[in-house]
C-alpha cells in the first residue's frame, strides 16, 4: 500500500526557519515525482512545486519560487518543504503527494503551519 | 501560465440528485485533466485522470468527460457521502493547476 506520512503540526514565529518533510513507503519511492500542495485557510489547492527524488530535478510554481525550498534524501525515502524565513502568510496546511504522470494518486495527511507572533 | 476555472463555485442539491460540475482551461490542456474530492480537515481524494478514467474504488456514479478547455464531472445520483468540495486540476510542461473548486451542499 502506497503511504505518505508527513511530520506533525508546527507553531513558529514571523522569521524562523520551518523544514517539514514527507515519508514514502510501499513504492518505489525514486521512481515518482512527489508534490507540495498548499492550502490556506478556507481556500482552494494550491501546487507549489515537484521533485525527482532519484535525481533531485525540481519545479516550482512562479508564485513560491524563492520563497521555500524543496529537497529529499532518497536513504530514508523523504522529501522536505523548507523556509528561511516564516511569514504569516505562509499560515496554511501543506500537503504532499505522489506524482503520476498528469496527477497526484496518493497524498499524505497534511502539516497545518501557524504562523504568529 | 494555463488557469482553470471552475462553476459554480457553490452547488446546493439533494441526495439523488444529478450533478454536473464544469472546468474550463485557458488553454488546450488535450485530456491531462483529473478530479478531486475534498472532505473538510482531510487529505483531497483522487477520483477521475486523464479528463475520463475513473480511479480504483471509485463509485461508478462518478464520471468525467472533455477535451481541450472544456470538461465536467458528473455525479449521476448524489449520495449522502458525496457533499464536500471538487477540484479540477490540470498538467502541462512540468507544471500543475488546480480550479477553484465547487463546494456541493446540501440542499
Known amino acids: 500500500e502506497v503511504q505518505l506520512v508527513q511530520s506533525g503540526a508546527e507553531v513558529k514565529k514571523p522569521g524562523e526557519t520551518l523544514k517539514i518533510s514527507c515519508k514514502g513507503s510501499g513504492y518505489s519511492f525514486t521512481n515518482f515525482w512527489i508534490g507540495w500542495v498548499r492550502q490556506m485557510p478556507g481556500k482552494g489547492l494550491e501546487w507549489m512545486a515537484i521533485i525527482y527524488p532519484d535525481d533531485s530535478d525540481t519545479k516550482y510554481s512562479p508564485s513560491v519560487q524563492g520563497q521555500v525550498t524543496i529537497s529529499v534524501d532518497k536513504s530514508i525515502s523523504t522529501a522536505y518543504l523548507q523556509w528561511s524565513s516564516l511569514r504569516a502568510s505562509d499560515t496554511a496546511m501543506y500537503y504532499c503527494?505522489?506524482?503520476?504522470?498528469?496527477?497526484?494518486?496518493?497524498w499524505g495527511q497534511g502539516t497545518q503551519v501557524t504562523v504568529s507572533s | 501560465d494555463i488557469q482553470m476555472t471552475q462553476s459554480p463555485s457553490t452547488l446546493s442539491a439533494s441526495v439523488g440528485d444529478r450533478v454536473t460540475i464544469t472546468c474550463r482551461a485557458s488553454q488546450s490542456i488535450n485530456s491531462w485533466l483529473a478530479w478531486y474530492q475534498q472532505k473538510p480537515g482531510k487529505a483531497p481524494k483522487l477520483l477521475i485522470n486523464k479528463a475520463s478514467r475513473l480511479q480504483n474504488g471509485v463509485p461508478s456514479r462518478f464520471s468525467g468527460s472533455g477535451s481541450g478547455t472544456e470538461f465536467t464531472l458528473s455525479i449521476s445520483s448524489l449520495q449522502p457521502d458525496d457533499f464536500a468540495t471538487y477540484y479540477c486540476?490540470?498538467?502541462?510542461?512540468?507544471?500543475?493547476?488546480f480550479g477553484g473548486g465547487t463546494k456541493v451542499e446540501i440542499k
Open positions: 503527494a505522489r506524482q503520476v504522470g498528469d496527477y497526484f494518486d496518493s
Open positions: 486540476q490540470q498538467y502541462s510542461s512540468y507544471s500543475l493547476t
